[in-house]
């Protein structure tokens, strides 16, 4: 599992990524994944999505704080591919990996997008990519992998197996 090189930045959109770091396993690492269908999941790792949509809080309150695996499902949803190219800035590669870790993120907070408003200086959303009526967890610091890890996805949180991430 090798990281991208941390020796370059890259451009996205009106947004500059920092360099990628080492992905470490450590006590901060909350070793849980989220399969995601893409493009969501390149947008949240390349594109600047910050917010990931979903209808329950549990358990991701536990999770504020900790790495979070990015997993790139199997299925595409090819009619969203206009609204990642118009909010992230930039088009999707092509091909992209399915079925596979695509990186991590640190999930920095959560809370329901009735509460957007109060955290977010009075703007309707906290962020471009949150959608109405849905809890939003909150991502900053992507670290994309360099080679992505095949990886049985599961809905919902899941464990990738320890073989999985050698």
């Known amino acids: ?3 991208v090189s941390s020796e370059s930045s890259e451009q996205v ?13 450590d006590e901060r690492f909350w070793r849980k994944a989220i399969s995601v269908r893409q493009p969501w999941a390149w947008a949240i790792i390349h594109g600047g999505k910050d917010v ?3 209808g329950r809080r549990d358990p991701w309150r536990d999770a504020i704080g900790k790495r979070l695996w990015i997993h790139a499902a199997k299925t595409v949803e090819v009619a969203d591919y206009g609204t990642v190219r118009r909010l992230a800035g930039a088009t999707p590669p092509d091909p992209m990996p399915l079925g596979a870790l695509i990186g991590s993120v640190l999930i920095h907070d959560v809370h ?8 977010s200086e009075g703007l309707e959303r906290c962020s471009p990519w949150a959608q109405p009526d849905q809890w ?3 991502l900053n610091d992507p670290v994309p992998l360099a080679d992505p890890i095949p990886c049985r996805g599961a809905l919902g949180l899941f ?4 073989e999985e991430l050698r």
């Open 13 to 25: 959109g009106n947004r500059r990524l920092p360099p990628a770091e080492s992905v470490q396993v």
């Open 136 to 138: 939003h967890i909150v």
């Open 159 to 162: 464990l990738p197996t320890p």
């Open 1 to 3: 599992m090798q990281p």
């Open 112 to 119: 329901h997008a009735r509460d957007c408003d109060r955290l």
């Open 52 to 54: 990931e949509n979903r």
